[in-house]
């Protein structure tokens, strides 16, 4: 602040000057992009992809000792996959957009890079798979996160000293790459554990269910019955002739014992 008290007259309130560049931004939206040859523009997306733990590195750039390779090619799927020149008319198309219309309040476009690799199958079967989408777009289009703009400013001095600026406020299409990759390798050892695991996992879930239908059911008399034999009568007889030959043996020993006397 300036310090500075600012009246219309002395009855009415006043205000307090401020430092600040004049004039100040005005509320300006362009109608049309300022740069529609953009669209053709190209743009190189070069990704290495690295698992470490199988020693296993590679590019989205074809191998080829051809010079002329990236000057000539454009990716395309079926064509030049292994192309990493895009168009930026392309990549909005594929995202599902149209460029020119994005230019002209700007937009951000996520560019994602996969990599889903079965490392058994070889080098040569080990591909990157584009995935483009819009990321400032919402379900209404008039939501005020929609587009993308960014302001920047040149400051300098006239000859008389006095502090200029130019404030710049710029749309534009902003590209976000992101790279996502996984790769595996058959191993005996962690088959083992996931196949020991799946076993023990079954017998906890068969004692699971025995506790839920003997204890916690309403019918679990009836499972109980079904589940576990009794043998009462085995056991009876087995008492009875226990008994029998206990008596046969005490008869023997009294009759031994009134021969000797």
Known sequence: MSGRCLKNDKN??????????????????????????????????????????????KSNVLDSTDDSYLKKCCYDKDIYPYCPIFHLGDITRQAGYNFQDMASSGGSIGILIEWDCDLDKGYSNCHPQYHFSRLDISNSNK?????????????????????????????????????????????IIPTAINIGSGLALMGAGAFFCDMVLLYLMKKSTF????????????????????????????????TGLSAES
């Open 223 to 254: 499972y109980r019955e079904r589940k576990f034999e009794t043998s009462r009568c085995g056991k009876d007889e087995y008492l009875v002739h226990n008994s029998v030959e206990n008596r046969k043996d005490a008869m023997e020993q009294q």
């Open 143 to 187: 939501s005020i996160r929609s587009g993308f703009n960014f302001r920047y400013t040149r400051y300098y001095k006239n000859a008389a000293g006095e502090s200029y600026r130019s404030l710049f406020k710029v749309y534009g299409v902003w590209f976000n790459i992101m790279v996502h990759g996984k790769g595996g390798r058959f191993s």
């Open 12 to 57: 009415s309130t006043g205000s307090c000057e401020i430092y600040g560049w004049c004039p100040i931004e005005r509320s300006f939206k362009p109608q049309r992009p300022l740069l529609p040859a953009a669209e053709n523009f190209t743009m190189s997306i070069k990704n290495f992809i690295q698992f470490p733990k199988f020693q296993f590195s």
